[in-house]
Nanobody, 124 residues
Framework: QVQLVESGGGLVQAGGSLRLSCAAS????????MGWFRQALGKEREFVAAITWSSTTYYSDSVKGRFTISRDNAKNTVYLQMNNVKPEDTDVYYCAATQGRIGNIDSHLVYPYWGQGTQVTVSA
């Protein structure tokens, strides 16, 4: 079982920066693929970024060049550095974890473990 706790959300002005953190419990973090998703009320959960156990990274087109995902295995933590944020980045951001061979790392369906979410609000 993996437990995930996000932090770092809040209110930020457009063009500003924010760093989200996701702390994971358990001894399997270093073997886990980690993802960040976001979801607005009434909408589907949207892929933002992912990092494999070997630190290969993936990004959605909407955040590529602005957001950076990274991990610190010594701290069992994955980060999402959000730069040059836009009002359309406003959402609840969720951290997710999965392990082993997976299909599409950008699909929420391959992640069995989820955090509770953290709200990010970008003002114009």
């Amino acid at each position: 079982q993996v437990q995930l706790v996000e932090s770092g959300g809040g209110l930020v002005q457009a063009g500003g920066s924010l760093r989200l953190s996701c702390a994971a419990s358990g001894r399997t973090f270093s073997n886990s693929h980690m993802g960040w998703f976001r979801q607005a009320l009434g909408k589907e959960r949207e892929f933002v970024a992912a990092i494999t156990w070997s630190s290969t990274t993936y990004y959605s087109d909407s955040v590529k060049g602005r957001f950076t995902i990274s991990r610190d295995n010594a701290k069992n933590t994955v980060y999402l550095q959000m730069n040059n944020v836009k009002p359309e980045d406003t959402d609840v951001y969720y951290c997710a974890a999965t392990q082993g061979r997976i299909g599409n790392i950008d699909s929420h369906l391959v992640y069995p473990y989820w955090g509770q979410g953290t709200q990010v609000t970008v003002s114009a």
